[in-house]
């Protein structure tokens, strides 16, 4: 079973890469990164609402009523997402795609193993070991690798 998410996640991998571009292209259709993103964010709102509806899970629409009991930093998540694709529109086409996902990828793995360790925000603890210290410097050494 497992697999199919490690297939999933290289596929996922790809469609960011895909969505990096496409953004791009919207920049230069609307002149700014800024509305690249909008277009980026409004369009998954329509296709979030899509699924929701489609999948028979709207009735969970009425939680949209206690939104104002989520802890502030909560909200941070949607803004580090803004940030993201602001930033992928903005980087991605300077130092080109592989440069910037590998860049991308070394700073998820290392920011990564730490919250695994130490379960940062409830996730489940995973211990550093040395097979993956290991893999994170051969991947970090790949990015440096893919940005001389």
């Known amino acids: 079973m497992n697999w199919i998410f490690y297939t999933a996640s290289i596929i996922i991998g790809g469609l960011l890469a ?7 292209a919207i920049k230069q259709d609307l002149g700014h990164p ?5 277009t980026n964010f409004t369009v998954g709102v329509i296709c979030l609402l899509i699924f929701t509806f489609g999948s028979g899970n709207s009735q969970y629409l009425s939680n949209f009523g206690s939104i104002g009991e989520i802890s ?6 949607g803004m580090l997402g803004a940030i993201f694709v602001t ?14 996902f590998t860049l991308i990828i070394a700073g998820q793995l290392i920011i990564g193993m730490l919250y695994d360790h130490i379960g940062f925000l409830g996730l489940p603890e995973q211990s550093i070991s040395i097979q993956k210290v290991i893999g994170g410097c051969l991947l970090v050494a790949g990015a440096y690798m893919m940005n001389r």
């Open 72 to 77: 502030w930093w909560k909200f941070l998540g």
């Open 18 to 24: 895909t969505q990096v571009s496409i953004n791009n």
């Open 34 to 38: 800024l509305m690249a993103a909008i």
């Open 87 to 100: 930033s992928s529109v903005i980087i991605g086409p300077k130092i080109g795609l592989a440069a910037f």
